[in-house]
Nanobody, 121 residues
């Protein structure tokens, strides 16, 4: 059974940094893709960044240059720098074992429960 567990959320001031982690179990990431998503108050869940099994990384334009996505074995990381209040929200890790594009929430088959990020002005 595929399981994703996020950690690393918390409260920071604007301009600060956080590192989110997503531990994957029950599945060997040898095909498909994984991604980070966030849901802010009153918004839909939106893709932040993704990686596929070829190591290709895509980041949403809203975070490009500030957030970095990486993977080490069974853990997916999201390094967030220069945080802004609008980056606040629940951050989720998602996986699609059969796809190649993980920036759209509707393609995701497996979700973690999320970790909350609050960025104060």
């Amino acid at each position: 059974q595929v399981k994703l567990v996020e950690s690393g959320g918390g409260s920071v001031q604007a301009g600060g940094s956080l590192r989110l982690s997503c531990a994957l179990s029950g599945y060997v990431f040898i095909r498909g893709c994984m991604g980070w998503f966030r849901r802010s108050a009153g918004s839909e869940r939106e893709g932040v960044g993704m990686i596929d099994t070829h190591g290709r990384i895509r980041m949403d334009a809203s975070v490009e240059g500030r957030f970095t996505l990486s993977q080490v074995r069974d853990t997916l990381y999201l390094d967030m720098n220069s945080l802004k209040p609008e980056d606040s929200g629940m951050y989720y890790c998602g996986a699609d074992p059969d796809g190649g594009w993980c920036l759209d929430a509707y393609v995701i088959d497996h979700w973690g429960k999320g970790t909350y990020v609050t960025v104060s002005p």
